[in-house]
């Protein structure tokens, strides 16, 4: 998968998906299925709010668009000169002239160009003058209520990970490299691998979950803790502390994806160490029932 991240690039032939894509969730992957379908190139133009981040930090967005087969990714920073990029700039200069765009899919929603004056309706008119196709799909629903980002962050700060899972299709996850912590969980019962979570990142509540982890084309089930670990003594930053039932080894410094399966407990603290193994042991075996 290609990763271009400024406007200085030239594409040709292509079927390009244009949005926000938080989350990458079933009404994003439409639009995918859409565009692979062409049999062209497939594009994902995405937006980068400087500051902001969503569902997904960066890098765990671009590797998701990487499992699901998108083969360029095209990151477009949201400064104030492209706010004031015309519509018919964005077609002209980035459809046109950098994508090479034989076909564009959006949402029936999507708005582009300075004060988001390009609606679905006039990127089919600029299709007819520039020669591309345009297919344009409406929200998908389910339960009588769109998908969309804010329902899922709604779920996932609620913790209702099953169903915010559903609609995501890929299960939440976090992803990233093993950092050293604090060295307790090997002293206590088993070793455990730390990830620090993308800042800015949606985060569900803190506490433990059942947990499936990939490490190097591998799944793992596991528990988790998603905190500050409250019990264990100083300032700790929150974190993602895991352990996985069937791996022994060495996990500093290798990339970890932990996808969240289900919420069983809030984080607490707890009146000793000795309280907490004994709570370790009771999180293991029900995620173990829930995991299978």
């Known amino acids: 998968m290609k990763i271009i991240t400024d406007l200085d690039f ?30 062209k190139k ?6 980068v709010f400087p500051g902001s981040c969503g569902i997904y930090g960066q890098e765990e967005k671009i590797f998701l668009a990487g499992e699901l087969g998108i083969d360029v990714v095209v990151l477009i920073t949201v ?11 964005f077609v002209r200069d980035i459809l046109v002239k950098r994508c090479g765009a034989a ?14 004056s390009g609606t679905a309706e006039y990127l089919r008119k600029a299709g007819e003058a520039y020669h591309f196709t345009v297919r344009v799909y409406d929200k998908l629903t389910q339960g009588g209520e769109v998908i969309s980002s804010t329902r899922i962050r709604r779920l996932l700060t609620e913790g209702r990970m099953q169903e915010a899972n559903d609609l995501l299709q890929t299960p939440y996850f976090i992803r990233g490299m093993v950092e050293h912590g604090n060295q307790i969980g090997g002293r206590m019962i088993v070793p455990t691998a730390n990830i620090r979570p993308a800042e800015g990142k949606a985060l569900p509540p803190f506490g433990v ?9 591998r ?20 974190g993602m502390e ?3 039932f069937d791996y022994e080894g060495d996990l500093y410094g290798r990339v970890l994806t932990i996808y969240l399966m289900n919420f069983q407990r809030p984080e607490r603290r707890f009146a ?4 907490l193994k004994e709570q370790i042991r009771k999180d293991t075996d029900e995620a173990k029932v829930f995991l299978g």
């Open 103 to 116: 076909m564009v899919v959006v949402g029936s929603d999507f708005c582009f160009g300075y004060q988001r």
């Open 242 to 244: 895991v352990w996985l």
């Open 42 to 47: 497939t594009v994902m133009i995405t937006f």
């Open 10 to 39: 030239e594409l040709n032939n292509t079927a390009v998906c244009i949005g926000k894509f938080d989350g990458l969730h079933r009404g994003h992957r439409l639009l995918f299925s859409e565009a692979q379908r062409s049999g």
């Open 209 to 217: 979950y059942a947990v499936r982890v990939m490490l190097e084309g």
């Open 219 to 238: 799944e793992y089930d596991g528990v988790g803790n998603l905190g500050i670990k409250p019990t264990i003594p100083g300032e700790n930053p929150a």
């Open 272 to 275: 000793s160490v000795e309280e």
């Open 79 to 89: 400064s104030d000169e492209f706010m004031h990029m015309s519509a018919e700039e």
